[in-house]
Every structure is written in structure tokens, then in C-alpha cells.
């Protein structure tokens, strides 16, 4: 355990590498056993071909028509306008729940997510190499445009993010979404950060060049792919679904699910506490459900897609248990606070190219609630490996 010293001199030197005050619960560094660094090594490869497999199987009408039955007609509709094509390199970040036995479960996996500029501050502080900038600019041979939605124009750790490419021999620009038309004949790779549904969006972007691409595509983001995992033959064949959780589409389509419908259904409630119900297209934590915290006729509704559920946009998955540990940290007015009984979430930065996966780095989040996104005393860390 850090001691509190140690931990007002890694706040200090935060602020003044960062020129920000963090928002969150300063901690040392969970360190991780080294067998699960292996793992995470084999999980970046697992996790190429399967997602390289999911855009194979976009070409499948049946598997086209799931994708689509979840998003809004805006959503649908925009792409129909923008067909996807996925681009490469990405940065892919799958969340991790640790169980009882270290082993791990893949919860989500988010294709650029909006907190790499936080993990390259916190890597550069720990000295971590190399760091995600650095491998950016070793992989990306064209200008790179950051845009983001409008209601986040501003975002210092995107800017930071951002200078430290540049600054490792990168190019990288910085515009919000509604600026997209100044970019006329622009051939670099526009990079898609945080909101990917606003893509979609009939509103905007009002115009894109014939030149760009758009990296990466929506529907390697959906989440829907974690339960065709457990359906689609050539998902179940790949080594990531032993790290998948059971998972399926709500509501369970009558004839594919017809035994687990009637099973199901008015389900007890200690046997409903053994699942999480969680949005296919959303995120920070807006209509996530624990299964127990839910009636019995709440329940059905969602099973069967009865209104007022919306189950059309809704994940089924089996909820993992997770192991509990004790950290000790600093919070963002410098007082010394032990937390326990905390969940972990791993989250793994992969860098990925059509050839290989790359580990780029690994943000941590210990937290009380089950909910990461609205957890209160959150600490957030880096990961690294024992020896």
C-alpha cells in the first residue's frame, strides 16, 4: 500500500505534468498478477479476429437485420448514407470484470473511447513505455482529425492527447463535428471520438469529403455482438467467447429462444439476480438494470419487448461476481481515504492494425457500485504487472 506521502507527492506531480487537478481518487498502481498479463497479451488477438469475423459476418443479411432491428430510424437511417467500412488502426478497449478465481470477463468492449488522453497522462507519470502516443505515431502515416460532439467541444485531455501526438511525430488536428465542412478534399482518416451514434444523425455531419474515411465504423461498436457470441456458429467458434459472459438480444425472439422464453418468464427472484440488463446503445450507465431490483412483471416486459420496456435496444447478460480488494488514495482536496470492499474493472487499451494487436496500456477503475459510470469514490489507476 502507498503511503500517504507517496500519494500527495504522485497528486503533486499530476497537476504539474498535467495542469489539471484530477477529478478523481489518486491511487498507486494496481498491480496485477503476471499470469493475467499473459492473458491480456492473448485477449488482444483473440479480440482482432473476433471483431475481423464480426465485419465478415456484416455481409450476412440475417446478421445486417439484427444489427439494424436495434438502432433508431435516425440511427438506420444514416447508414444507410454512410455504409461502413472498417479502417485500421483502431484503439479498442474492452471492460474486464475480475471474478473470485482472477478470472476475467469481457462486460463491453468500446472502439475509441474518450479517456485515452487520461490514461497517456497517467502513463507518462508511472514512466510507462511505450506510451500510447508514441505508438500512434509508429503506426498512423496520415494526419488524424480528433473531432468531437458538440456538447463536449472542449475536452483537455482530448487536447492533451492530441499535443502528445504531435509531439511524438504524429499530426493530429482538433474540431468539433459542426466543422467538418471546412474539410474539402481532406484524404487523412477522420477519427471518430466518443459519440459514435452522432455520425448517424440526420442532422450532421452535413457534408463529408469523398476522400475521407470514417474510423471506426458504428457497428463494430454495437454491443449486440457479445450475444451473438453465444448464437452465431462462426462467433461461437472464436477464443474470445470463453471470455464473454452469457448474453442475449431482448426480447428473446420467439422461435430462436422459445425454451428459454417459457423458462424464464416469471422467473424467482434469487434466480433473476444472476442478470444484468443493459442498453445495446448507450452509454454512461443510462438504463442499466440489475435483475433483482426488478418485479416480476418489469421483467417479463423486457423478456417479450412489451411496452413500456423498449426491449428492442436492451443486452441480457450474466452477471460475474467480482472479486473485492482494499485500496488506499488520495482524493482531489488531498484527503487520505481507504476504500474497501471494491469491484475492479479492468480496461485494456489494444492498438490494432488487419495484422496484429498491440497492449498500449491499462486503465483501472476500483468502485463500490456495480454501475461504473454513475459510482460514487471512484479510483482510477494505472495497471501493471508483477513479476
Not at 108 to 133: C, N, W, Y
Amino acid at each position: 500500500m502507498a503511503t500517504e506521502q507517496q500519494l500527495r507527492e504522485w497528486q503533486q506531480l499530476f497537476r504539474l505534468h498535467s495542469g489539471i487537478t484530477p477529478s478523481w481518487i489518486t491511487s498507486e498502481p494496481f498491480v496485477m498478477p503476471a499470469p493475467m498479463r499473459d492473458e491480456l497479451d492473448l485477449m488482444g488477438e483473440s479480440l482482432r479476429h473476433f471483431f475481423l469475423q464480426c465485419e465478415a459476418l456484416l455481409d450476412d443479411r440475417s446478421v445486417r437485420r439484427q444489427v439494424e432491428e436495434t438502432l433508431t430510424p435516425a440511427e438506420r437511417a444514416g447508414l444507410a448514407r454512410f455504409p461502413p467500412q472498417t479502417t485500421f488502426p483502431m484503439l479498442m478497449r474492452p471492460d474486464l470484470i475480475v471474478d473470485a478465481e482472477n478470472r476475467l470477463h469481457i462486460a463491453e468492449v468500446d472502439i475509441q473511447p474518450a479517456h485515452a488522453g487520461m490514461l497517456q497522462r497517467m502513463q507518462e507519470i508511472h514512466a510507462q513505455k511505450p506510451t500510447i502516443a508514441e505508438i500512434w505515431a509508429e503506426m498512423i502515416r496520415e494526419p488524424v482529425v480528433l473531432s468531437i460532439p458538440k456538447w463536449k467541444r472542449f475536452c483537455a485531455e482530448q487536447q492533451y492527447f492530441a499535443n502528445r501526438v504531435q509531439g511524438a511525430g504524429g499530426q493530429m488536428d482538433f474540431l468539433t463535428i459542426e466543422d467538418w465542412n471546412r474539410l474539402n478534399g481532406y484524404s487523412g482518416i477522420l477519427f471518430k471520438n466518443c459519440c459514435t451514434l452522432d455520425l448517424l444523425n440526420e442532422t450532421y455531419p452535413p457534408f463529408i469529403p469523398s476522400q475521407a474515411t470514417l474510423c471506426p465504423p458504428l457497428l463494430l461498436d454495437w454491443k449486440g455482438w457479445l450475444a451473438l457470441a453465444s448464437d452465431h456458429g462462426r462467433l461461437r467458434r472464436k477464443k474470445l467467447t470463453c471470455w464473454i459472459p452469457e448474453s442475449y438480444l431482448l426480447p428473446l425472439h420467439p422461435e430462436h429462444h422459445a425454451e428459454k422464453r417459457r423458462a424464464w418468464l416469471d422467473l424467482r427472484h434469487k434466480e433473476k439476480a444472476k442478470w444484468i440488463i443493459k442498453p445495446v446503445g448507450s452509454w454512461g450507465g443510462r438504463g442499466f438494470h440489475e435483475g433483482e431490483q426488478l418485479s416480476r412483471e418489469r421483467w417479463n416486459q423486457f423478456l417479450l419487448g412489451l411496452p413500456p420496456a423498449d426491449a428492442v435496444h436492451l443486452l441480457l447478460q450474466r452477471k460475474v461476481i467480482s472479486r473485492r480488494y482494499t485500496a488506499s488514495g488520495m482524493t482531489p482536496d488531498g484527503k487520505f481515504v481507504t476504500l474497501e470492499n471494491l469491484r475492479v474493472r479492468l480496461s485494456p487499451y489494444y492498438v490494432m492494425t488487419r495484422e496484429r494487436s498491440r497492449l498500449a496500456g491499462m486503465m483501472v477503475t476500483l468502485l463500490n457500485s456495480i454501475k461504473v459510470h454513475t459510482c460514487q469514490d471512484a479510483v482510477y489507476t494505472l495497471g501493471v504487472a508483477s513479476a
